[in-house]
């Protein structure tokens, strides 16, 4: 009876073990996988947002301190078409990480993914409000009287996407920063 008893604890000891090996993980490793391609997928949204900046620092820059020949019918499109690929994949980015979202016991990987997509929905309105700017500048590129005067009224414009555009890399940094103290990995 005892030996039955002892093999009884053993076998309930073991299914005991084994469910919570199971369990204790959650969708860790789904969570790991879905992350890293979501990061994947965002670093070539960031890429085209740094090439973006790029462009835009050099022409709106340029006009902001004068140089309205800067702001050419060929830069405006450009930025117009460059915008308009961003603002394609963030519904794609956004996506990937909300995978994350219905996972079971990745409560630090779902606050890095809740903290990208933050990230992201506020690109995708800055990129909103980018696009309308360039709408506001296609019709009179290349004609610097009227650049000279459009930039003249609309200077609190530039700083309002500069304080948005700050805000951004703060939550950036912030999304990194739970990554980081949460030793999150993939």
């Known amino acids: 009876m005892r030996k039955l008893l ?3 604890m053993v076998f309930l000891l073991g299914v005991t073990v084994l469910a919570l090996v199971g369990c204790g993980g959650g969708d860790t490793s789904t969570a790991k996988t879905d992350l890293k391609a979501a990061d994947a ?7 085209d947002l740094t090439d973006l900046t790029t462009s835009l620092t ?8 004068g140089n309205y020949a800067a702001v050419t019918p060929a830069a ?3 930025a117009a078409a460059t915008i308009s690929n961003c603002l394609q994949q963030t519904p794609e980015v ?6 994350v979202d219905s996972l079971k016991g990745v409560d630090d ?12 929905s506020s690109q995708e309105q800055l990129l909103s409000e980018g696009k309308n700017l360039i709408g506001a500048l296609t019709p ?3 004609d610097q009287a009227a650049l000279a005067q459009w930039f003249q009224a609309n200077t609190n414009t530039f700083m309002q996407l500069q304080t948005a555009s700050q805000k951004i890399d703060k939550a950036n940094q912030d999304a990194q920063q739970i990554k980081k103290n949460k030793n999150l990995t993939w």
């Open 109 to 120: 990987y779902k606050a890095y993914a809740d903290a990208m997509q933050k990230v992201v």
């Open 41 to 47: 997928v965002y670093k070539t949204l960031e890429k």
């Open 94 to 99: 956004t996506a990937a990480y909300k995978k």
């Open 140 to 142: 009179i590129a290349g």
């Open 58 to 65: 050099t022409t709106l820059g340029g006009a902001l301190s």
């Open 6 to 8: 002892a093999v009884v």
């Open 76 to 78: 405006v499109q450009s």
